[in-house]
């Protein structure tokens, strides 16, 4: 945390980066020009002053005083996530479930002790890094029977402990923030190479118990891709595997752990594979006349083997959301990026397949070593206002866009725009179907809900873009933008988010690629997995959590002994 700035409790980034009313002025008024909505009043959040918390069920240990907090910004700011129903619940003073106390380990021995403590007082335990899911993965939303509620924040746990050159790893803490573990990793001349959106504040634990995506689109986008080994703390001791580049001993143990969101175990350190810093990099905006067109330039990019670090491709809708590319045009964002050798020669390659399905590309932006930018600062338009209409290179313009849409967002909020986001995967056979169907519904949706026009000026917008895409499937993510009910913000978002759930896994796809599942998307994942795995996940948290306190009601319902 940067040093005398205190997060946001209910919003986005910084308390700093909440902009004044000339700023939030200036939003409304692009929110009226290029959404068509009318901003009827500018909004205030509820202080967090005036906000009644339940007192704390649960008094810490004399022994443990010091790892524990009751405080009303503690508890307030570990009482959600940073979903756009969180948002809208904590703007309107709404605090449903804050926990009783936030515990704040320094060692693994630390979270062990919190564990038996909350485990012999019959207490949840919630694992907390940066706060930052959108699924109700860390919101202490449990059952009445617990006699109380945890929130366990691993951000104090949080250095690279052990650098290996020649294999090139390093053991990493699970508290370090995106920007904490590379700053630490530069001093080595390496890169974890995860740029999840939320990397500012997000934690590599929290990214290894969602199974996080990372911003590159092919090749290495998960971070299972990168965990070497894991160190997990459980109710019922220690689970550490072994060092190795593969193994075929059976199944996987870091597998099990990855994107078990807390159930299991507390992680709280792994060894991670990391890469030389990038030297080159090379990108271009390639512009299409429709989506599909684009879609299958994506999809023989994909199954290519030329493995771009950016094929992100954006329909006429998001572009324009965006201000990215030309109006009314799909727009693909198309980069490589090396240290070890030139890059122009697979860009060459890769605009040509471009070409073939009708991509228009604009100018080729490079950058070679000792060409380095200065990283952009995401809390800038937050602080500022809005961005340009449109002008300058179109990668520069989404990556700022897609930077600061959670800063926006917080915004968006005091102007009456319901604003948020659902993704899922699909195999390149079935998507053109699958996409009609998905964002079909959600354009019905989110009129029906908002009592605004299915067409025309003050109607909803959707749009769509590709996170990533591999050779048998594309990762589509859908932003709905429309007028808010206000006051009812969170039911109206519910009623979108459960029509256009259904309509995903009815047609075939996962109800989420990268997101997670937490209690929001837990009645879809029901379905979606089998029952056998369900019963056997079921079966290993009664082993591991036998008092089943690890973050009930996600993934499973706890079988508590």
Request: hydrophobic letters at 35%.
């Amino acid at each position: 945390m940067h040093q005398g700035r205190r997060l946001k409790w209910w919003g986005w980034g910084y308390e700093d980066q909440q902009p004044d009313r000339k700023g939030l002025e200036g939003i409304a008024k692009v929110v009226h020009e290029r959404l068509g909505f009318k901003v009827d009043e500018i909004e205030e959040p509820v202080p967090l002053a005036r906000i009644e918390l339940p007192k704390p069920r649960l008094k810490p240990p004399k022994e443990m005083a010091t790892l524990f907090s009751a405080g009303r910004h503690d508890r307030a700011s570990h009482s959600m996530g940073k979903a756009s129903r969180d948002i809208w619940r904590g703007f309107r003073g709404r605090i449903d479930n804050p926990p009783d106390l936030v515990a704040r380990p320094e060692s693994p021995e630390d979270v062990d002790a919190v564990l038996a403590w909350c485990a012999d007082q019959a207490a949840a335990a919630i694992p907390f890094g940066g706060g930052t899911s959108v699924v109700g993965g860390v919101e202490p939303r449990v059952a009445d029977d617990y006699r109380g509620t945890v929130s366990i924040d691993l951000r104090s746990m949080d250095r690279v402990l052990e650098f290996d050159p020649v294999s090139r790893a390093a053991r990493i803490q699970a508290g370090a923030t995106g920007p904490r573990l590379e700053q630490q990793l530069r001093e080595h001349g390496v890169t974890l190479r995860h740029f999840p959106q939320s990397f500012e504040y997000s934690t590599l634990g929290g990214w290894l118990a969602t199974r996080a995506g990372g911003h590159f689109a092919t090749l290495y986008t998960h971070v299972d891709d990168l965990t070497e080994s894991m160190r997990v703390v459980t109710p019922s001791g220690e689970w550490a595997s072994r060092r190795l580049p593969g193994s075929g001993a059976g199944p996987s143990p870091d597998r099990m752990m990855l994107g078990s969101e807390g159930i299991l175990g507390v992680i709280v350190e792994a060894w991670m594979r990391v890469q030389e810093r990038p030297r080159r990099r090379i990108s271009v905006g390639v512009a299409f006349d429709d989506f599909l067109s684009g879609a299958e330039a994506v999809r023989e990019l994909s199954q290519s083997g030329l493995h771009p670090a950016n094929c992100r491709l954006l329909d006429p809708g998001e572009s324009a959301i965006t201000s990215a590319g030309p109006p009314g045009k799909a727009l693909l964002l198309l980069g490589f990026e090396s240290a070890h050798h030139p890059v122009d020669e697979p860009m060459r390659l890769a605009l040509e397949v471009a070409t073939e399905h009708g991509g228009k590309p604009g100018e080729l932006r490079s950058r070679s070593p000792g060409d380095e930018r200065k990283p952009d600062d995401p809390g800038a338009t937050a602080r500022n206002g809005p961005p340009p209409a449109s002008g300058g290179d179109p990668v520069d313009a989404w990556r700022s866009a897609f930077l600061n849409a959670p800063y926006l967002r917080d915004s968006m909020a005091a102007c009456g725009v319901l604003s948020d986001t659902f993704e899922t995967a699909i195999t390149w056979d079935r998507f053109p179907g699958f996409h009609d169907e998905v964002i079909g519904t959600a354009r019905r949706a989110a009129a029906e809900a908002s009592g605004a026009p299915a067409e025309g000026p003050g109607s909803p917008r959707v749009g769509c873009r590709f996170t990533h895409v591999y050779p048998d499937g594309p990762a589509p993510y859908y932003t709905v933008l429309a007028p808010a009910r206000r006051g009812s913000e969170v039911e109206q978002w519910d009623e979108v988010k459960a029509a256009v759930s259904e309509a995903l896994i009815e047609a075939g796809g996962t109800i989420t690629h990268h997101h997670a599942v937490g209690r929001d998307h837990r009645p879809w994942y029901d379905r979606q997995r089998p029952q056998p795995f369900a019963d056997a996940l079921r079966a290993a948290k009664v082993k591991l959590d036998p008092g089943g306190i690890l973050n009930p009601g996600v993934l499973v319902d706890p079988e508590r002994s």
